[in-house]
Protein backbone atom coordinates (compact mmCIF):
# COMPACT_ATOMS: atom_id res chain seq x y z
CA UNK A 1 0.00 0.00 0.00
CA UNK A 2 1.22 3.62 -0.73
CA UNK A 3 1.95 5.44 2.17
CA UNK A 4 4.13 7.72 4.37
CA UNK A 5 6.40 6.11 7.05
CA UNK A 6 7.86 7.70 9.80
CA UNK A 7 10.90 6.90 11.91
CA UNK A 8 11.37 6.18 14.43
CA UNK A 9 7.85 6.27 16.34
CA UNK A 10 9.37 7.27 19.62
CA UNK A 11 12.48 9.44 20.01
CA UNK A 12 14.62 10.28 23.34
CA UNK A 13 17.38 12.96 23.25
CA UNK A 14 18.58 14.68 25.78
CA UNK A 15 18.78 18.23 26.40
CA UNK A 16 21.24 20.01 23.53
CA UNK A 17 21.66 16.99 21.88
CA UNK A 18 21.24 17.14 17.76
CA UNK A 19 18.41 14.83 16.79
CA UNK A 20 16.89 13.82 13.11
CA UNK A 21 13.61 12.67 12.33
CA UNK A 22 12.87 10.66 9.17
CA UNK A 23 10.07 10.23 6.77
CA UNK A 24 9.37 8.42 3.51
CA UNK A 25 6.67 8.51 0.89
CA UNK A 26 5.61 5.94 -1.55
CA UNK A 27 2.63 7.83 -2.51
CA UNK A 28 4.83 9.90 -5.23
CA UNK A 29 3.55 13.44 -3.79
CA UNK A 30 5.13 16.50 -5.22
CA UNK A 31 4.41 18.06 -1.69
CA UNK A 32 5.74 17.46 1.74
CA UNK A 33 5.38 18.84 5.12
CA UNK A 34 6.79 19.00 8.37
CA UNK A 35 4.34 19.55 11.56
CA UNK A 36 4.82 19.98 14.95
CA UNK A 37 1.59 19.13 17.35
CA UNK A 38 1.68 19.49 21.14
CA UNK A 39 -1.31 18.10 22.99
CA UNK A 40 -4.38 19.45 22.58
CA UNK A 41 -3.64 22.16 20.09
CA UNK A 42 -3.50 22.29 16.51
CA UNK A 43 -0.70 21.10 14.30
CA UNK A 44 1.66 23.97 13.67
CA UNK A 45 3.35 24.19 10.47
CA UNK A 46 7.36 24.22 10.50
CA UNK A 47 8.44 23.50 6.40
CA UNK A 48 6.73 22.67 3.57
CA UNK A 49 8.68 21.40 0.33
CA UNK A 50 7.02 21.53 -3.09
CA UNK A 51 9.29 19.51 -5.29
CA UNK A 52 12.82 20.85 -4.30
CA UNK A 53 11.55 24.43 -3.31
CA UNK A 54 11.52 25.11 0.50
CA UNK A 55 9.34 26.90 2.33
CA UNK A 56 10.37 28.04 5.96
CA UNK A 57 7.02 29.33 8.18
CA UNK A 58 7.84 33.00 9.42
CA UNK A 59 7.90 31.39 12.79
CA UNK A 60 9.82 28.38 12.60
CA UNK A 61 12.84 28.72 15.23
CA UNK A 62 16.24 28.80 13.88
CA UNK A 63 16.74 25.24 16.30
CA UNK A 64 14.87 23.51 13.14
CA UNK A 65 16.07 22.70 10.06
CA UNK A 66 15.07 20.07 7.12
CA UNK A 67 16.42 18.44 3.74
CA UNK A 68 14.60 16.66 1.45
CA UNK A 69 17.60 14.75 -0.32
CA UNK A 70 14.82 12.99 -3.13
CA UNK A 71 11.43 13.18 -3.84
CA UNK A 72 10.79 10.40 -1.56
CA UNK A 73 12.53 11.02 1.84
CA UNK A 74 12.37 14.51 3.59
CA UNK A 75 14.33 14.94 7.57
CA UNK A 76 14.03 17.00 10.52
CA UNK A 77 16.69 17.98 12.00
CA UNK A 78 16.88 19.72 15.54
CA UNK A 79 19.96 21.15 16.10
CA UNK A 80 19.38 21.78 19.89
CA UNK A 81 16.93 20.26 21.51
CA UNK A 82 15.15 22.35 24.54
CA UNK A 83 12.61 21.15 26.60
CA UNK A 84 9.68 23.01 24.83
CA UNK A 85 10.63 20.71 21.96
CA UNK A 86 8.62 18.07 23.35
CA UNK A 87 6.18 17.25 21.29
CA UNK A 88 4.72 14.75 17.71
CA UNK A 89 6.67 15.93 14.75
CA UNK A 90 3.94 14.84 12.06
CA UNK A 91 5.21 14.78 8.42
CA UNK A 92 2.74 14.46 5.87
CA UNK A 93 2.59 15.12 2.07
CA UNK A 94 -0.03 16.29 -0.60
CA UNK A 95 0.09 15.68 -4.43
CA UNK A 96 -0.07 19.09 -6.14
CA UNK A 97 -1.18 22.50 -4.54
CA UNK A 98 -4.13 24.05 -6.39
CA UNK A 99 -6.88 21.83 -7.16
CA UNK A 100 -8.89 21.20 -4.06
CA UNK A 101 -8.41 17.57 -4.33
CA UNK A 102 -5.13 17.38 -4.77
CA UNK A 103 -4.66 18.99 -1.17
CA UNK A 104 -5.21 16.16 0.88
CA UNK A 105 -2.83 15.81 3.25
CA UNK A 106 -1.87 12.08 4.37
CA UNK A 107 -0.10 11.55 7.30
CA UNK A 108 2.74 9.39 9.01
CA UNK A 109 2.01 7.73 12.17
CA UNK A 110 4.08 10.84 13.59
CA UNK A 111 7.18 10.46 15.97
CA UNK A 112 7.02 11.39 19.37
CA UNK A 113 9.97 13.18 20.77
CA UNK A 114 10.77 13.42 24.34
CA UNK A 115 13.34 15.56 25.89
CA UNK A 116 15.34 15.27 28.99
CA UNK B 1 -5.20 36.91 12.00
CA UNK B 2 -6.08 33.85 10.76
CA UNK B 3 -8.67 31.89 13.04
CA UNK B 4 -10.49 28.69 13.42
CA UNK B 5 -12.55 28.09 16.35
CA UNK B 6 -14.20 24.31 17.21
CA UNK B 7 -15.00 23.80 20.64
CA UNK B 8 -12.65 21.68 22.93
CA UNK B 9 -14.65 18.46 23.93
CA UNK B 10 -17.83 16.84 23.45
CA UNK B 11 -19.86 14.07 24.88
CA UNK B 12 -22.69 12.12 23.37
CA UNK B 13 -24.07 8.77 23.55
CA UNK B 14 -23.19 5.17 21.95
CA UNK B 15 -25.73 4.80 18.99
CA UNK B 16 -26.58 8.78 18.93
CA UNK B 17 -26.15 11.69 16.38
CA UNK B 18 -23.57 14.61 16.93
CA UNK B 19 -22.68 17.94 15.66
CA UNK B 20 -19.12 19.46 15.84
CA UNK B 21 -19.14 22.99 14.76
CA UNK B 22 -16.18 24.89 13.03
CA UNK B 23 -16.12 28.91 12.57
CA UNK B 24 -13.06 29.72 10.64
CA UNK B 25 -11.91 33.48 9.62
CA UNK B 26 -9.68 32.83 6.94
CA UNK B 27 -7.35 35.34 4.56
CA UNK B 28 -9.67 33.64 1.08
CA UNK B 29 -11.35 30.09 1.02
CA UNK B 30 -10.40 27.64 -1.58
CA UNK B 31 -12.18 24.55 0.64
CA UNK B 32 -12.32 22.96 4.13
CA UNK B 33 -11.27 19.92 5.58
CA UNK B 34 -12.19 17.78 8.32
CA UNK B 35 -9.74 15.21 9.69
CA UNK B 36 -9.84 12.18 12.71
CA UNK B 37 -7.27 11.86 14.67
CA UNK B 38 -6.90 9.24 17.35
CA UNK B 39 -5.07 9.52 20.64
CA UNK B 40 -1.56 9.61 19.96
CA UNK B 41 -1.95 8.94 16.29
CA UNK B 42 -2.09 10.92 13.24
CA UNK B 43 -4.41 12.63 11.60
CA UNK B 44 -6.74 11.09 9.11
CA UNK B 45 -8.83 12.24 6.70
CA UNK B 46 -11.91 12.57 6.88
CA UNK B 47 -14.04 14.83 4.18
CA UNK B 48 -13.83 18.25 2.17
CA UNK B 49 -16.38 20.77 1.09
CA UNK B 50 -15.91 23.54 -1.28
CA UNK B 51 -19.11 24.97 -2.21
CA UNK B 52 -21.74 25.37 0.18
CA UNK B 53 -24.10 22.49 1.36
CA UNK B 54 -24.24 18.67 2.46
CA UNK B 55 -21.68 16.38 1.67
CA UNK B 56 -22.42 12.80 2.68
CA UNK B 57 -19.93 9.54 3.17
CA UNK B 58 -21.66 6.88 5.08
CA UNK B 59 -22.32 7.64 8.78
CA UNK B 60 -20.39 10.98 8.46
CA UNK B 61 -21.59 14.14 6.74
CA UNK B 62 -19.79 17.67 6.21
CA UNK B 63 -21.70 20.78 5.56
CA UNK B 64 -20.41 24.53 4.66
CA UNK B 65 -21.38 28.15 4.46
CA UNK B 66 -19.04 30.52 3.12
CA UNK B 67 -21.13 33.45 3.55
CA UNK B 68 -21.67 32.42 7.60
CA UNK B 69 -17.79 30.95 7.48
CA UNK B 70 -19.29 28.32 9.08
CA UNK B 71 -18.72 24.00 8.94
CA UNK B 72 -20.27 20.97 10.68
CA UNK B 73 -19.47 17.49 10.90
CA UNK B 74 -22.15 15.12 12.01
CA UNK B 75 -21.45 11.75 13.13
CA UNK B 76 -24.26 9.37 12.75
CA UNK B 77 -24.75 5.73 14.62
CA UNK B 78 -22.13 6.96 16.99
CA UNK B 79 -19.50 4.39 18.03
CA UNK B 80 -17.28 3.67 20.50
CA UNK B 81 -14.56 3.79 17.76
CA UNK B 82 -15.63 7.58 17.19
CA UNK B 83 -14.27 8.45 20.35
CA UNK B 84 -11.25 10.79 18.90
CA UNK B 85 -10.74 14.48 18.01
CA UNK B 86 -11.87 15.91 14.95
CA UNK B 87 -9.90 18.67 13.36
CA UNK B 88 -11.40 21.30 11.24
CA UNK B 89 -8.76 23.19 8.69
CA UNK B 90 -8.99 25.68 6.18
CA UNK B 91 -7.36 25.96 2.30
CA UNK B 92 -6.21 30.04 2.52
CA UNK B 93 -5.63 31.94 -0.77
CA UNK B 94 -1.92 30.56 -0.72
CA UNK B 95 -3.32 26.85 -0.63
CA UNK B 96 -2.22 26.89 3.01
CA UNK B 97 -4.50 24.28 5.79
CA UNK B 98 -4.87 26.39 8.80
CA UNK B 99 -5.78 24.02 11.82
CA UNK B 100 -8.58 24.66 14.28
CA UNK B 101 -7.35 22.96 18.07
CA UNK B 102 -9.74 19.83 17.41
CA UNK B 103 -12.95 18.65 19.47
CA UNK B 104 -12.25 15.78 21.76
CA UNK B 105 -15.32 13.83 21.24
CA UNK B 106 -16.12 11.55 23.96
CA UNK B 107 -18.63 8.77 23.73
CA UNK B 108 -20.26 6.68 26.14
CA UNK B 109 -22.17 3.73 26.23
Known amino acids: DAMVIQNPRYQVTQFGKPVTLSCSQTLNHNVMYWYQQKSSQAPKLLFHYYDKDFNNEADTPDNFQSRRPNTSFCFLDIRSPGLGDAAMYLC???????????????FGAGTRLSVL | GQNIDQPTEMTATEGAIVQINCTYQ??????LFWYQQHAGEAPTFLSYNVLDGLEEKGRFSSFLSRSKGYSYLLLKELQMKDSASYLCAVLDSNYQLIWGAGTKLIIKP
Open chain 1, 92 to 106: ATSSLRGEVAKNIQY
Open chain 2, 26 to 31: TSGFNG
